[in-house]
């Protein structure tokens, strides 16, 4: 198939994704007791960010089953990151199902499989659940959010290891981006150093962009 053509049903496939994702987001904030504020502004950031991310993925993999694995993370991605932006939260209603959607899959998915999977998942979640201890031990503060552990045992169960060290690559990232967020937002006097800023945005944009980066390898 042409990439071009490739790429355009990929952006209609992400748009739809995107529509569905933030009705889903709707119902479940009313669940969990929330008011899904700024309808307008969250249904667009859905559809871009949904439509841009599975245009890529499409450009890098091609229509294929690894674009079909590859695009129902990124979906789950972008649903953790608005509503974390908008509630500080990562829901169990989400985060749980996808765990075991990512055991699963993972024996299907090349260069994965179901032990890396599962061993990248504890590692990074062990070491996020670390960052965490220590922050209320010595700052008697959470320097991330207990979501951010949970989140970070997701991308590893999707990123795995293997020689690119995906899961440190997408962790990175996110940290990194979320540092320099921070910065800017306390130099702008946006925040200030005792508010806390949440990192599963940005931990999320670190895993998409690896998802997209594997393909590239």
């Known amino acids: 198939m042409n990439r071009a053509l490739s790429v355009l049903i990929g952006v209609i496939i992400g748009l739809a994704v995107g529509w569905a994702t933030n009705e889903f987001s709707k119902k479940l904030a009313a669940s969990e007791h929330l008011i899904w504020d700024n309808q307008f502004v969250y249904r667009l950031g859905f559809l871009i960010l949904d439509g841009v991310s599975f245009g890529v993925l499409s450009y890098v993999y091609g229509l294929n089953s690894l674009f079909v694995i590859r695009a129902l993370w990124t979906s789950i991605l972008v649903q953790i990151f608005f509503y974390d932006l908008q509630y500080k ?98 130099v702008l006097k946006v925040v200030s150093l005792s508010d806390m800023i949440p990192y599963g945005p940005f931990l999320a944009l670190g895993a998409i962009a690896e998802l997209i980066m594997l393909g590239m390898h």
């Open 89 to 186: 939260l990562i829901s169990d209603k989400v985060i749980i199902p996808s765990y075991l959607a990512a055991i699963l899959i993972s024996i299907f998915t090349p260069n994965l499989g179901l032990l890396n999977a599962i061993l990248s998942g504890l590692g990074a979640g062990l070491a996020f659940l670390l960052i965490f201890l220590i922050g209320r031990a010595i700052w008697r503060r959470e320097a991330i959010g207990f979501g951010d552990v949970k989140l970070a045992v997701f991308i590893g169960l999707i990123c795995g290891m293997g020689s690119s060290f995906a899961t440190i690559t997408a962790l990175f990232i996110g940290v990194m981006l979320g540092g320099i967020v921070g910065v800017l937002l306390i």
